[in-house]
Each structure stands twice: as structure tokens, then as C-alpha cells.
């Protein structure tokens, strides 16, 4: 599966972007998709994961309640809605696809490209 991620940019805090992440190939139900984000010099973190089956959605904390993933199973596509952005979610963000639910940015297998989101104070 290759994934292509798009939709990033700079905008103002409190303001909002949508993400997307078109996929190439297969996705199975039991595979999860799923966004991380990385500061230059810094670990990759977990954002958002959906299980491409169920439709389940898990996020990381600092997120929660701002963030909404989501998929489109006829477009092959994932979603990642950013409200309320403020400074300290600027970074690259990645989407990737592991084989099952995972938190930790090495059991996902496959990457796409990053874009970069950049939130002005």
C-alpha cells in the first residue's frame, strides 16, 4: 500500500485544516490507519488511528476532543479534521497503516510522505 498524504499548511491558532491520505493498493479490514506527527529532532507521536473495519477511532491525548479521523472506504481515503489548532500542533504529519490497532509509530508498515501544518500564534 502506498499512502499519500496532503491538505497541510499554515494557519492561524483556533483555526482548522482537514488532512487527507489517499491510499494505493488493498486495505484490509483488520488494518488500522493511522496519523502521527514529528518536530524536527524529536520522536514521531501518535495523533489518530481508525480501524479501517469497524470504523473504531483512538486518539492521543493531547488531541482529544479537537481531532477527528475518519475513512472513506470507496475513495480508499483517511481524514484527519484539525480544529482548534494552537502553536504547539505545528509539525510534519504522517499517515501510515499497520496490521492491527497500534500506538507506537514502529508497528505501522507502511508511510507515506509528510505535510507540514503550521499554526501561527
Known amino acids: 500500500v502506498q499512502l499519500q498524504a496532503s491538505g497541510g499548511g499554515l494557519v492561524q491558532a483556533g483555526g482548522a485544516l482537514r488532512l487527507s491520505c489517499a491510499a494505493s493498493?488493498?486495505?484490509?479490514?483488520?488494518?488500522?490507519m493511522g496519523w502521527f506527527r514529528q518536530d524536527p529532532g524529536k520522536e514521531r507521536d501518535f495523533v489518530a488511528a481508525?480501524?479501517?473495519?469497524?470504523?473504531?477511532?483512538y486518539y492521543g491525548d493531547s488531541v482529544k476532543g479537537r481531532f477527528t479521523i475518519s475513512r472513506d472506504s470507496a475513495e480508499n481515503t483517511v481524514y484527519l479534521q484539525m480544529n482548534s489548532l494552537k502553536p504547539e500542533d505545528t509539525a510534519v504529519y504522517y499517515c501510515?497503516?499497520?496490521?492491527?490497532?497500534?500506538?507506537?509509530?514502529?508497528?505501522?508498515?507502511?508511510w507515506g510522505l509528510g505535510t507540514q501544518v503550521t499554526v501561527s500564534s
Open positions: 501510515a497503516r499497520a496490521n492491527g490497532l497500534a500506538y507506537a509509530a514502529a508497528e505501522y508498515v507502511s
Open positions: 493498493g488493498r486495505i484490509y479490514s483488520s488494518h488500522v
Open positions: 481508525i480501524r479501517w473495519g469497524r470504523g473504531s477511532t
